[in-house]
């Protein structure tokens, strides 16, 4: 999906370009940050192909609902999932995880997120790009 198809696709503005704790082109635009009646914030993430974020846990866990494009979600000592639009993670409290696009797909999500956010070492370039040579097997 190019650029143009993508901003044409999505439902809100692709927002800011994120660069702390993630690697490539990816973007946030916080939806919602009230603290009732969710106490959660939700933010459109936007990925550019081969884009993602550092692994990753949340003290009270996190829900990503797939919207466009395809990604890779994937727990430690996991393997990676393959994410299309449609497709619901529920991500428990302390799990370290990534999630970002595939080698040649733009990939969107939003993620709501109650809780904080601890950040760890980003997602080693040999792992993803083998991940990018088995797409269609997962």
């Given amino acids: 999906m190019a650029y143009e198809e993508l901003s044409k696709s999505t439902i809100f503005p692709l927002g800011e370009k994120v660069e702390a704790n993630f690697i490539g082109?990816?973007?946030?635009?916080?939806?919602f940050m009230d603290k009732t009646p969710l106490n959660?914030?939700?933010?459109?993430?936007?990925?550019a192909p081969k884009s993602?974020?550092?692994?990753?846990?949340?003290?009270v866990g996190q829900v990503l609902l797939v919207t466009g494009g395809q990604g890779w979600y994937q727990?430690?000592?996991k393997a990676a999932k393959l994410l299309t639009s449609g497709?619901?993670?529920?991500i428990p409290p302390h799990v370290k995880h990534w999630h970002g696009a595939t080698?040649?797909?733009w990939f969107v999500h939003l993620a709501i997120t109650p809780g904080e956010?601890?950040?760890?070492?980003?997602?080693?370039?040999?792992w993803f790009n083998?991940?990018?040579?088995?797409e269609t097997n997962n």
């Avoid at 082109?25 to 939806?31: E, K, S, V």
């Avoid at 497709?87 to 529920?90: A, E, I, L, M, Y």
């Fill in 25 to 31: 082109d990816a973007y946030l635009q916080m939806i």
């Fill in 40 to 47: 959660a914030r939700i933010g459109n993430v936007t990925f």
């Fill in 52 to 59: 993602r974020n550092n692994w990753h846990s949340h003290n």
């Fill in 75 to 77: 727990e430690e000592g």
């Fill in 87 to 90: 497709d619901v993670v529920n």
């Fill in 103 to 105: 080698n040649d797909s």
């Fill in 117 to 126: 956010t601890e950040w760890f070492d980003p997602v080693d370039d040999a």
């Fill in 130 to 134: 083998a991940l990018k040579n088995n």
